[in-house]
């Protein structure tokens, strides 16, 4: 998109996102993901014509790898801002969390380092009443030991489940299929050990084996 969103470009947003609204009514979050790839200025134009839609929240808006941009936009619009998926540790969130600069954090597993210094953000943006939606573009494995994260916190908001999780390329990998979607709209972290999963015969049979001597 240009540097300032014309009235034709904001238009096809909003009237793309009163149309989801009117379809889905009042009672379902709608989350907007700009994906780092507009401006500042236009991410502005855009949450505003958002506001009026009621959006859980926008996501990656504008310039999402520093915060004081992301934070320019938090300022100047009332709908709830996130991003995080492409942050690589605690001191990476450490000026978003502290300035506000958004209402939600997005960390992901394979990003951020691991369980351990996931644990670490999702605590300290806790301190700052910030909420915790985890980034979950992955397959059985990344899926598990987010759901076990997103357990043990307090500031959970969602968890971020794909369409791609139910191919088959997806669903081999792992041992079991019950965490992989949700039931009723939930989904049930299970009581097995580790992280409740595995991989299944079938993903190490066809795997490269690599011996490093």
Not at 33 to 61: A, F, K, W
Not at 180 to 209: C, H, M, N, T, W
Request: aromatic share 8%; glycine share 8%.
């Amino acid at each position: 998109m240009e540097k300032t969103g014309t009235k034709y470009q904001l238009k096809t947003v909003s009237d793309r996102v009163a149309a989801v609204r009117e379809a889905v009514g009042d009672n379902v979050g709608i989350v907007v993901e700009l994906h780092g790839m507009t401006d500042v200025n236009t991410s502005i134009q855009i949450g505003r014509e958002l506001d009026q839609y009621d959006c859980l929240y926008y996501e990656e808006p504008g310039q999402s790898m520093d915060y004081r941009y992301v934070k320019e936009l938090h300022d100047n619009v009332k709908t709830c801002t996130a991003t995080g998926e492409r942050i690589g540790s605690l001191w990476g969130f450490k000026p978003f969390i502290e300035n506000r600069a958004i209402d939600v954090a997005q960390p992901d597993l394979g990003v951020v380092g691991g369980i351990t210094e996931m644990k670490k953000v999702c605590d300290f943006a806790n301190a700052y009443d910030v909420g915790i939606q985890m980034h979950c573009l992955g397959g059985p494995i990344m899926c598990a030991a987010t759901l076990h994260v997103e357990a043990a916190i307090p500031n959970f908001v969602y968890h971020e489940c794909l369409q791609w999780n139910t191919l088959p390329v997806f669903t081999k990998i792992g041992k079991y299929n019950d965490m992989l979607l949700p039931k009723d709209g939930y989904f049930e972290v299970p009581d097995r050990p580790g992280i409740g999963q595995e991989l299944s015969e079938e993903a190490i049979a066809s795997s490269e084996v690599i011996q490093i001597k």
